[in-house]
């Protein structure tokens, strides 16, 4: 059985579709959509920003329909739960027969707990546009967490915001430190790799090495040459900053990047029908 799961970020919307059989990734997409633009400055999406996530989620579904997806899932994250029109957007869904589910933040943070590491003590951060979900695990104990601090958001409010939470979200990740391993999620953390032509384990003075090499490209580089997507390029700076603050607090040596995403996390709930 073919099982799509769409997430819909604060700065792009996101399917992926899973075989049940084998639990492997089938198809991966992904749509740019900054709703985060709307939810951290106004407190809402416009009717604009809305029609334009009306009109995605409905070419998904005909997507999930042409290949015979047997079972859907939509899920929200930061951006919209921020919203106060939260319940005009699912009704609205509702009549396009799309069920959206909004998660909290310590529910996405939970998921990542599905991920599965190669060492006995690790970070895993999720820097998305609207908040960065942490899990850590020491000891055989496990801490998960989610901060309002996500690159989109970051754009939009001002240095003591910024400062006031990287010092909470730092604070936090020294109380579980040291950790052997951090593993970034997500395409801010792949990018940097890829325009340094990296793939594999990376110690933190290379990352940081790494990111000024980053900031030294061009966009028009980091577009055509690196194939770095576009509305990306903006936010990236701000998530290399977190992932140095991270390696900092956690007195961790070691990032890696993973594909692996909340939708893998939702994905084994669902096949151990914990949802």
């Known amino acids: 059985m073919l099982l799509g799961i769409v997430d819909i970020g604060s700065n792009a919307i996101k399917y992926k579709i899973f075989n049940t059989k084998d639990n492997s990734l089938v198809e991966y997409y992904r749509e740019p959509l900054r709703l985060g633009r709307d939810a951290f400055t106004q407190g809402f999406l416009s009717e604009l920003t809305l029609k334009q996530l009306t009109i995605v989620l409905e070419r998904f579904k005909r997507v999930f329909l042409e290949k015979n997806i047997e079972k859907q899932f939509y899920m929200a994250t930061s951006a919209i739960r921020d919203c106060t029109n939260k319940d005009e957007i699912i009704c609205l869904l509702k009549k396009q027969n799309i069920d959206l589910k909004i998660i909290s933040g310590d529910t996405e943070a939970g998921l990542l707990k599905e991920f599965k590491a190669n060492v006995d003590s690790y970070a895993i951060l999720d820097i998305g546009g609207g908040s960065v979900e942490a899990f850590v695990s020491v000891n055989s104990q496990t801490y998960a967490r989610s901060f309002q601090l996500g690159a989109v958001r970051l754009l939009n409010k ?118």
């Open 158 to 275: 001002d240095k003591s915001y910024k400062e006031k939470e990287m010092n909470n979200f730092g604070n936090w990740l020294k109380q579980h430190a040291p950790v052997k391993k951090l593993y970034g999620l997500g395409g801010n953390l792949r990018a940097i790799f890829e325009a340094n032509n990296h793939s594999g384990p990376l110690s933190s003075k290379e990352f940081t090495e790494f990111v000024k090499e980053y900031n030294s490209v061009s966009k028009k580089d980091l577009i055509e040459k690196f194939s770095i997507p576009e509305d990306r390029i903006d936010i990236i700076p701000l998530a290399a900053e977190i992932y140095e603050h991270s390696l900092a607090s956690l007195n961790c040596n070691v990032i890696e990047n993973s594909f692996w995403s909340i939708s893998d996390g939702l994905f084994k709930q669902i096949l151990n029908r914990n949802l």
